[in-house]
Structures are given as C-alpha cells and as structure tokens.
C-alpha cells in the first residue's frame, strides 16, 4: 500500500512561474486561488517565495502564526469556510520586515520540510507560488514533488519584450524539468481606467500572447492593470480582498482563466510540454 503523506489528499497542483520579479506572480496566484475557491474547490496555496513572501498581505494574514499539531504544521485559512488555506515563509518570521538571507541548503532543506510537513487534508487544488526565475526553490519543489506529478505550470508574464525574453528561460526550464506548461498569463496588459473605462495600453501589449502562439502554448488570457486591486491588497488590509473579490473589477477575467485550468487539469493531455 501506497504510504499516506500530507500531501496525499491533493487532487491537483500547479506552479506559479515567472522569469522576472514584480510582474504579478503572486498576485495571479491570489486571485486564481479565490476563484477556484468560488467555484466550490478546496484550495490551498504554498508560498516557497522565501525571500520575498508577499502572499500572507495579499490575503490579509499578515501577523498570523502556524501552529505545530502531531501531524505536522497547521496552514492559515484564510476564510470563514476553510476552504482557502495558505502556507508561507511570512508566518515563520517573528517580523513581516525581517529578510531571509540562507544559502542554497537550508533554502532546500525548508521547502522540503514545507512540501512534507504541512497538513493540508483534502484539497482539489495547491497552488505553488515559486521566486521568479530559476532558482535552487524551483530545483527543490520539482524534486520533492516528483512522485506527486503535478499537473503543470501557469506562467505570467508582463507585455514588455524584457519580460518576455525572461519567460523563455523559464519555458526552457520546464521543458528541461519534464513540467508540463498549462498556459500563459499576460499581467498588467493595459491600464483600465476607472472613470471611462477606456483600456490604455501603457507597455507594447500582446507579447505574451505572441510568444505563447511561438512556443505553442496556450494563452490563457490578459489581465489589466486595477488600481481597485492594490487599493485592497496594498491599502485596506485585514483580508479585504478574499471578502470582496467576486466584486472586483478582476473577478471575470480570473473566472475564464481559473475555468480554463480546471478544464486543462482535468485532461492533462491538453498542456504542453514544450
Ligand atoms: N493587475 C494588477 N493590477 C494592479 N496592481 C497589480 C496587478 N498585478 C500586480 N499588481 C501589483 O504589483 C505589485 C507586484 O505584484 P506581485 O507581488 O504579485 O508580483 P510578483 O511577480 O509576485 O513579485 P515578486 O516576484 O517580487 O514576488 C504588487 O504591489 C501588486 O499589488
Ligand atoms: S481614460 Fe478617460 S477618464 Fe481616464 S483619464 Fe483618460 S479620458 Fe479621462
């Protein structure tokens, strides 16, 4: 008989990647979380961002501490339902302000501890919110989630040509690590405005789309700029963002996009593995 892990109760798992930092990794991360929550999932959400966890703000769960049970450490909810659970470095450090300087080995050994130790119980999807780039994290989660086979990789990208030549790198690195490519995300694709809603295009737009066409990998779809959105996450704290998401000027594009992985999850065929 199979041995029964913490991560034994997953259905699916999928990993946020981006070549660049700051383009809206965990950001997409957040909102596909809550959609698929909206969408009645069980959803948990592992931070492996060690340097830079950004997840416990965007949940409004800054301050709040895991706990330790017999079976291992207890995740955060993030909601009244405990159906959005959410692991990160953030709770381990005794300040928000406080940096993890590690080298490659203790970074290795942590993400083990967090892929094995973290008692998820049932979970249709964990999401893995990664360091952009290719780092020793990324080497570690692929390694230590082998036997799990994860369903693939949605990678998000910004329109400008510098961000997408960072993407190729990391197409690269999933084609090298066998990580099927679910699609691309073009994040910050415009800027709508919230008294005409004219859509203005302040980077080139449409490069994600043009290199998901190149690599033949699907595009997933273009997410603005809102400023509603960093009002919440950035300003009003205290998880206003998990209450009024569905509100959000952002809810129906991440509907489509979180509809569009359930229905890659559901038959793996369809991602790349390009
Ligand atoms: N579509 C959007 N509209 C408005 N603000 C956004 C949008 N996407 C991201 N942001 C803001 O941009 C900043 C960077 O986003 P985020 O932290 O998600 O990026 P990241 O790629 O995860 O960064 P890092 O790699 O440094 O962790 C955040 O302040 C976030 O609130
Ligand atoms: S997009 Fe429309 S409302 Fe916004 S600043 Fe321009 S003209 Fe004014």
Redesign the pocket.
């Known amino acids: 008989m199979a041995e029964t892990t913490n991560l034994s109760g997953v259905k699916h798992i999928v990993l946020v990647l981006s070549g660049k930092g700051g383009v809206g990794k965990s950001s997409v991360t957040t909102q596909l979380a809550l959609s698929l929550v909206e969408k009645g999932h069980k959803v948990g959400i592992m931070d492996v961002d060690l340097t830079g966890p950004s997840i416990p703000r965007m949940l409004g769960l800054d301050g709040h501490q895991v706990h330790q049970s017999s079976k291992g450490w207890v995740p955060v909810y993030a909601d009244d339902k405990q159906s959005l659970a959410c692991m990160s470095i953030g709770f381990l450090l005794s300040n928000k302000n406080d940096s993890v300087v590690w080298r490659g080995p203790k970074k290795t050994a942590m993400i083990k501890q967090f892929l094995q130790d973290v008692c998820w119980g049932e979970l249709d999807y964990l999401l893995i919110d990664t360091p952009p780039g290719t780092s020793d994290e990324h080497i570690a989660t692929i390694e230590n989630l082998k036997e799990y086979s994860p369903d693939g990789a949605v990678v998000v990208t910004t329109p400008q040509g510098v961000a997408i030549s960072d993407v190729r790198k990391e197409l690269s690195f999933c084609k090298k690590v066998k990580l099927p490519v679910l699609g691309v995300v073009e994040n910050m694709s415009g ?1 709508v ?6 859509c ?1 295009n302040i980077f080139a737009s449409g490069g994600g789309e043009a290199m998901a066409n190149e690599y033949g990998i699907e595009f997933l779809g273009r997410v603005p700029i809102d400023p509603g959105f960093t009002t919440m996450v950035e300003t009003d704290g205290e998880g206003s963002y998990v209450k009024s998401f569905e509100k959000s000027n952002l809810f129906p594009i991440f509907k489509t996009i979180s509809k569009r992985v359930v229905e890659l999850t559901s038959s793996p065929s369809s991602a790349s593995s390009s």
């Open positions: 800027f405005c919230p008294h005409c809603t004219e203005t």
